[in-house]
């Protein structure tokens, strides 16, 4: 072992909690000079992030590699540092933002970490393009959900616990391949064989500590495991946890407790035919990782798993549905087709998704429903044109789905006969799903 790496043990040693003195190079930590960082990120002229511990610089090590500087503000208390260092060094997981070194100079106190280049969930979720929201489809949210539960499963399982501490979209970041990275372990924490530890000091992020911590002042895995039912929730409403006086935790448990739809709190760009059993089962597994009693909330691992069942589900009936269109018959018109086509069946009006979402007030005035199977039985909506005319657009029973290309349903009007026995089939219309508004 070198000078430099014995300057680094005995620093953590000397400075950290007993734990520390569990560091050893098998972790490849690295020890930088200020002198070294300085030129790494080239007077620190890329800034990249700033919080209330300070600030994050953009650098570039000598083969190349782009790491990011945690560089700390004056004043930060060495234990601290020393913690966050041996913290961080202890997990290794694909979806962990990885250590790479630290410099310990007197008022030069700096983590270097690799970079991660592709933003954090929480500018994903919550910021907007010229056109309105990014768009996230609903099968990457879930992978990101899945990546999340499983890195913080780890961290839990291990032979001395880490609780993370703060976790939320900001501390979630995205690389080149949209995979997770989970950041920031500055308020993370060692837990001891029992996995809890009292703290006067209450730790987090408004809208996503854990209740229960802030009466006993006890953190427990389930500290965590609270905090991820509040950004699962964000996921699939894509609602911030606090705006204003609105509560996201406390407004979608309440309406699970009272019997009450959720379904106008789903982020409308994921919330259909196809997502919304989905969606509604990882509601529920978000309002049980919220219990307010401790002990009934799920491990991180039944969580993971809980995720990780739901995508199979998805995969599996994206496949079936997959299959329908590859065995729908050879006269399938092609989607960018439809709309000509659809008029060759009279004076038919074919109404656009955006202007049916318009007039039925975003579908607010449903007055039944049918099954999942986007079947178009019983599915009735009250529509006002923009004229005056009231019109009740609803599929009878007298209309037969003949078979779906590309999301498009062709549909076909029973034709009975002088006797009053059906003879055929009349072709009436082409919809787009989830639009489930035809004559």
């Known amino acids: ?24 190079n098998n972790y490849s930590l690295r020890y930088f000079t200020e002198k070294e960082v300085c030129q790494i990120t080239n007077g620190y ?4 992030g700033k919080g209330a511990f300070g600030e994050v610089y953009k650098g570039i090590l000598d083969d190349g590699c782009p790491v990011a500087v945690k560089r700390y503000m004056h004043g930060t208390k060495k234990e601290e540092f020393a913690k966050e260092v041996i913290v961080h060094s ?18 030069a106190l700096m983590i270097i970490m690799e970079f991660i280049s592709n933003g954090n969930l929480d500018s994903i979720l919550h910021c907007s393009n010229t056109d309105g929201h990014v768009p996230f489809p609903f099968y990457k949210r879930l992978d990101i959900a899945i990546e999340v539960a499983e890195a913080l499963w780890c961290m839990h399982s291990m032979y001395s616990p880490v609780l993370h501490g703060d976790v939320k979209p900001a501390n979630i970041l995205l690389d080149e391949k949209q995979s997770t990275k989970i950041s920031d372990f500055g308020i993370a924490r060692l837990l001891c064989a ?18 229960a911590f802030c009466e006993n002042g006890i953190l427990t895995p389930k500290s965590d ?73 799920p491990e991180m691992v039944e969580v ?7 995508r199979k589900a998805l995969k599996e009936e994206q496949e079936s549905l997959n299959q329908q269109h590859t065995s729908a018959p050879n006269n399938s018109i092609p989607s960018k087709n439809i709309e000509s086509t659809a008029h060759q069946f009279g004076n038919l009006k074919v109404f656009k998704q955006k202007e049916i979402k318009h007039t039925t ?9 049918g099954s999942r ?25 007298d209309m037969e789905i003949e078979y779906e290309v590309d999301g498009w349903y062709y549909v076909k009007k029973k034709r009975p006969g002088r006797d009053g026995k059906i003879e055929g089939l009349v072709p009436v219309l082409y919809v787009r799903s989830p639009v489930t508004c035809y004559f």
Request: include cysteine.
């Open 1 to 24: 072992m070198d000078c430099q790496e014995n300057n680094l043990k005995s620093f953590l040693q000397t400075n950290g909690h007993v734990v520390l003195q569990r560091v050893d």
């Open 45 to 48: 002229s890329i800034l990249v």
């Open 90 to 107: 202890q997990i290794n997981h694909k979806n962990v933002v990885r250590l790479l070194g630290c410099c310990t100079e007197e008022n």
């Open 194 to 211: 029992n996995g809890a530890q009292h703290t006067k000091n209450i730790i987090g992020s408004i809208g996503y500590v854990d209740p």
């Open 225 to 297: 495991v609270y905090s991820f039912g509040v950004v699962l929730l964000e996921i699939i409403t894509r609602k911030k946890a606090v705006d204003g006086t609105f509560i996201l935790a406390h407004s979608f448990t309440e309406a699970i407790e009272k019997g009450k739809t959720v379904m106008n709190l789903f982020d409308e760009e994921i919330n259909d035919t196809e997502n919304v059993n989905f969606l509604q089962d990882i509601g529920k597994l978000a309002v049980k990782c919220l219990r307010r009693d401790v002990k009934v909330r």
């Open 304 to 310: 993971a798993t809980s995720l990780r069942m739901i």
């Open 361 to 369: 007030r975003n579908y607010s005035m449903m007055t039944d429903r």
């Open 373 to 397: 199977n986007r079947h178009f039985g019983k599915a009735l909506y009250d529509f006002t044109a923009d004229g005056d005319d009231k019109l009740s657009l609803t599929a009878g029973e």
